[in-house]
């Protein structure tokens, strides 16, 4: 498509209604107004209409919005949120003006907008397991951490226990003026922990059956079939990367930068990028890191990081393992290798 020729289009996309601004190749405007987010609304608006390029915002309808625009024959970008500060910092911010800069930006160069991969419908649904999973788990959680906070306040203790063992081991420990009111929360517990154990059994069969190469990713110790099925459906294409080391700043486990002239100070990391799979590698490192991790070259690396001290080096050391690790993954992912955990002799008994 010609610069000069091309529509391009802006969608401010909302929950209702989504405002559209259009401006042709020299940068006037052509169209403004306002249309139902719905599947009939923009075939109607779109489906006939020459191929244009439409800029959208990341968002709860971006996906399913873009997927449909893509196949009426047209290029979608769909832009970072994090990166449109011309919108959410502008004084006078309002639908129309969001439409207007999208147009205007993805007019100009579309990778202003740091466009975003949406997955594919099967991925996303599968995807879905594992986040309604995670929504049980942390609904446990919280389950489990007012039943100690109750117990405490009354001068008690709940004894140490997995949180799969809670509902049976700690409730033996509830003070008796207790027992009435955190009866049904043990029980919501130890009904959430089947739950959760039936999702497991999904996540292995359907690593199993329809991902069979998470069995590659999960040669390096902690990495469960929950890890590697998350890192699969995330990433989805291992080609989308030039090199392995860029996966490390898509799942936002690189520090930020503020660099100016000498100053140059150490900041916390972007998180960007999907923040589920992100605290499944921390995790993931935080097991190779702990007292049950077996000896690997990446274990020594992480410890060594770790034994320099200074403010917080437990923690830079697990963040650092974790970025390590995803470019592990992407690379066993996309070569086939069988992962040697140590290329290094162990080290001899003194």
């Not at 994090?82 to 309002?94: G, M």
């Not at 906070?149 to 799969?164: D, H, I, N, T, Y």
């Not at 009904?191 to 059994?201: A, G, H, P, V």
Request: aromatic share 6%.
């Amino acid at each position: 498509m010609r610069e000069d020729s091309t529509v391009f289009v802006g969608l401010d996309l909302g929950d209702r209604y989504s405002e559209m601004y259009v401006v042709d190749g020299a940068g006037e405007m052509m169209e403004t107004g306002r249309l139902a987010t719905s599947a009939p609304a923009i075939e109607r608006r779109f489906g006939n209409s020459p191929a244009c390029r439409i800029g959208l915002e990341a968002g709860t309808h971006s996906s399913w919005v873009s997927q449909l625009l893509k196949s009426l024959g047209h290029e979608v970008v769909v832009a970072d949120a994090r990166r449109l500060r011309l919108i959410y910092q502008n004084e006078r911010k309002n639908d129309r003006a969001d439409a207007e800069y999208l147009a205007r930006l993805v007019r100009l160069d579309p990778e202003l907008l740091s466009p975003v991969h949406h997955r594919s419908p099967q991925s996303q649904a599968d995807l879905a397991l594992l986040r309604a999973r995670d929504g049980l788990v942390r609904a446990r959680t919280q389950l489990i951490n007012q039943a100690r906070g109750l117990v405490k306040s009354f001068g008690g203790r709940l004894p140490a226990c997995s949180a799969e063992s809670f509902h049976c081991r700690a409730a033996e420990a509830v003070p008796p003026p207790l027992q009435p009111a955190l009866a049904p929360l043990f029980a919501a517990a130890g009904e959430l922990t089947r739950q959760i154990r039936s999702y497991d059994r999904e996540v292995g069969k359907l690593a199993k059956e329809r991902y069979p190469e998470t069995m590659i990713l999960r040669q390096p110790a902690g990495v469960g079939a929950l890890t590697a099925l998350a890192f699969v459906l995330t990433l989805e294409d291992p080609r989308r990367f030039r090199k392995s080391r860029e996966v490390g700043p898509t799942l936002g486990l690189v520090p930020r930068q503020k660099q100016s002239s000498g100053h140059d100070p150490q900041l916390r990391i972007t998180k960007t990028g999907d923040a589920y799979l992100r605290r499944l590698l921390v995790g993931s490192a935080q097991y190779l890191l702990g007292p049950f991790g077996p000896d690997s070259d990446l274990r020594r690396w992480g410890l060594a990081l770790a034994a320099r001290g200074g403010k917080n080096a437990k923690k830079r050391a697990i963040v650092a393992v974790a970025r390590k690790l995803a470019v592990l993954l992407h690379h066993l992912w996309l070569t086939g290798e069988v992962y040697q955990p140590s290329q290094l002799p162990l080290p001899q008994a003194a």
